[in-house]
């Protein structure tokens, strides 16, 4: 589980992104963490491998200049500061973000193909490299590749080849290559703007009377707005993000994508309650996807992180949750720099608190 976010106001983008990763990259993430955001007709980056804290006081990644952005912090799922997220296109046109993998829409892309058609088309992979990094895909003289620039060049080919604009191309590109996935975009020509397209990965929307935010959990959000509303991203959507509002459209996926219900996620939010009583010891967020994991038919791409994420803002919100930071060592390729991280645990407030 990565973790993501973005944002469009009036104020600087980069310190409001890190302070929302902050509050969110411990759910798995804080392992490789970038930032994109947009000013004029340029967009601005800064990645490296380690957390947002690392980000900010190595690479000055809350002095980015712009007021909209993306960011984005990864699990411990390989590779080095390349391999974090935003990627960019080669013509720095756009940069793209997604939290998700495979899964049971990964089973009908071609692992290698892709990749190879975008070699093949001249675009640069600045993720090769000759490890074998997981069940990534590769170019033809065998180096491997993140998904996710593969990803970005297939959206800029779509661009630029249909000639429509980034959120139409998004769709396209899942389409083309499935996934159980979530993913944000933005482009040097649409300021102001973040595109979108999910699947089945957690996303949701919050707005006040001048900000937009988004993030794969509404506990990432700041405290202390007014927010109008905060809004699930429904699953096999695309669309646009501005301050006027949110465009929505909808998309047939290869494997059926099972409705989060207002019965299921109370369900949900019972079963999550019981695991976080009944265990005797803080929770992780992947646990607790597991512990909900059966409420789902077997037939279907389930969406059980965003039914775990909605349960935990529920109590987060009415004050029942306590989230636990645990201090813990960073991805595996900082081990020399003892590159540390923070991952949260979750429990529940005791009525003596």
Known sequence: MCNIAGYIGPRDAAPVLCEMMRRESGFNGGYYTG??????SKLFTAKLLGDVDLLVSELGGDRLPGNFGLIHSRSRSGGDSLWSHPFLSNDGEIAYIANGSGGKLGTFRAKNSLSQEMERKGYFFTTATDRTIGAYPTLSDGRCVHGSETMTFLIRDFMLSRGVRLAEAMKNAYLTYPADIVGLAVSASEPGAISFARFNMPCVVARTADEVFLASTAMAFPTDRDYISITPIPEC???????????????????????????LQSAIRERVLDALGSAGRPLSLSELGKRTADLWP??????????VYLALYDLYAGGSLEIVPCDQPGAEEGRDRNVRTTQFRMRLRTQSE
């Open 35 to 40: 930032i994109v955001t947009g000013c004029g």
């Open 237 to 263: 959507s695309y669309g646009t993000v501005t301050l006027r509002g949110t465009t929505v459209s909808r998309f047939a996926p290869p494997v059926p994508v099972a409705p989060l219900t207002v019965a």
């Open 298 to 307: 077997d037939d279907r791409v389930n969406q059980k992180y965003m039914g």
